[in-house]
């Protein structure tokens, strides 16, 4: 059994690394670092296994090694507001350190916990090149004595903190839920976490049953290798010297399994859309795909989250990943991401499914996204700003590579006054969008309110009095 010590205290910073940048006592809540440690379990795959496209993988214990990392426990301090549902986020490393998000106001309000968990190697010392931003060097005082031996640990490291934190762990002195009655728990990560999450549905949930539901964001249909010892992928736009750490499966090369009672919802940005329509199952009982037509994998606030983060840890600007004249998406998906967590709720406590979207249209051979006149994206859950365009917005290039930062073009003046000749016929059409995903399951209505209080100040740049 792993052992939980702390809270961590201390070091040349003062603070932990990747902490919210929101002040979460103004909101009830609190936010407090755990050291965690023990020994964690290798996996690799059962003889003359392989990635089977139907996601239904067979492992065995490997070699085990000794770890110590750290945790990010959220609390609300209120006890009799918590719902019961405590998220365990895989935090991510794709920038070469451990990356946490933020809470989101549906989170807050619906009183949940929430555990950041640093599993992989990466978080722990940074990349090996370039300039390293792993824990351990951003604060030796504080992270010196964290390791992870390699990424394979990962998978039983992160089922040692579901059971450190769930219902059945051990109430101690030193109990990050500080007693608080744990009913169910969330596997959360997003675009580099989701590929390990969707290896951990497919190869260990089978027989940890650790989770309660997962929720897998900005995944694009490829898990990553149970294992190191395994060939590791080319992929283009991975340098080689990253690809040993990556070690991710191709893109839309296998599902997820069909034979578990574990919810999983997939909720992906346009920029996954096409990489992940070869992965696309049927909706099933315990199977939800929504994809959301014209934003971009790093949407609007999910960049700004990490931006300002990085600015206080690291003391410099975030690097611009906006390519020279170009115009990155201004879309958020951050809605629907509400949603999916509301619906995600209910799911686990076996009530109504998240409600079935329409997915996005491909068409030709080989398909494509299909799109409209002006350039976007047709199907898909639609927001408002999508349904009552007032640009083009996008997740792809303009040849049709996904794109991170997508783009966002605006209609010139002429555009607007021939689709909504009246500030007021624009007001209509996005007034009925918002309807629909409050009809449709999409939108909560604490965002419905946000969206038409912005719709109500958007001039069209002078598109009606000029």
Do not use: C
Request: a negative charge.
């Amino acid at each position: 059994m792993a052992e939980i010590s702390g809270p961590m205290t201390g070091g040349t910073h003062g603070w932990p690394f990747s902490a919210s940048v929101q002040d979460l006592s103004e909101v009830g809540y609190s936010e407090t670092e755990y050291r965690f440690s023990g020994e964690a379990q290798r996996y690799v795959n059962v003889d003359g296994a392989d990635y089977a496209a139907d996601g239904r993988w067979a492992v065995t214990e490997g070699e085990p090694s000794p770890f110590e990392t750290r945790l990010i426990v959220r609390l609300p301090d209120d006890p009799a507001r918590f719902n019961g549902t405590v998220i365990v986020n895989w935090n991510n490393v794709s920038s070469g350190f451990d990356n946490l998000p933020g809470l989101s106001d549906e989170l807050l309000d619906a009183g949940v916990a929430w555990v950041g968990a640093a599993v992989q190697k990466v978080a722990i010392e940074g990349f090996p090149f370039g300039r390293p931003k792993g824990l351990t060097q951003w604060d030796p005082e504080r992270y010196g004595d964290l390791t992870i031996a390699d990424d394979d640990l990962s998978f039983d490291i992160f089922t040692q903190v579901a059971r450190a934190v769930g219902p059945d762990r051990p109430l101690g002195t030193n109990d990050p839920m500080r007693g608080l009655r744990v009913e169910r728990l969330l596997a959360d990560g997003a675009s580099q976490s989701a590929i390990r999450l969707a290896t951990y549905y497919n190869a260990i949930q089978p027989f940890t049953d650790a989770f309660d539901g997962f929720l897998l964001v900005v995944y694009k249909g490829g898990g990553a290798r149970i294992d190191l010892t395994t060939p590791v992928p080319e992929v283009d736009d991975i340098p080689p010297e990253a690809r040993q750490i990556v070690n991710i499966l191709p893109r839309g090369s296998h599902t997820l399994r069909t034979d578990l009672n574990t919810p999983v919802l997939v909720v992906n940005s346009e920029s996954e859309i096409t990489p992940y329509r070869t992965a696309r199952q049927p909706d099933s009982d315990t199977y939800r795909l929504w994809e959301i037509a014209g934003t971009a994998h790093i949407g609007r606030g999910t960049g700004a989250e990490t931006k300002a983060r990085w600015a206080r840890d690291f003391g410099e600007h975030a690097p611009d990943m906006v390519p020279p004249g170009s115009t990155p998406n201004t879309l958020s998906f951050g809605p629907v991401l509400d949603a999916a967590y509301r619906h995600m709720e209910r799911w686990m406590r076996g009530e109504t499914p998240p409600p079935v979207q329409d997915r996005a249209d491909f068409a030709g051979e080989p398909p494509v996204l299909e799109r409209d006149a002006e350039g976007n994206a047709r199907g898909g859950i639609r927001l408002p700003h999508v349904e009552a365009a007032t640009g083009t917005h996008s997740g792809e290039t303009a040849d049709g590579a996904p794109d991170a930062v997508g783009t966002s073009t605006p209609f010139s003046a002429a555009t607007l006054r021939a689709r909504y000749p009246t500030k007021e016929s624009y007001g209509a059409r996005f007034g009925a969008a918002v309807e629909a995903g409050l009809d449709r399951g999409f939108l909560l209505e604490r965002d419905a309110q946000r969206l038409r209080a912005e719709a109500a100040v958007f001039d069209g740049d002078g598109a009606w009095t000029s």
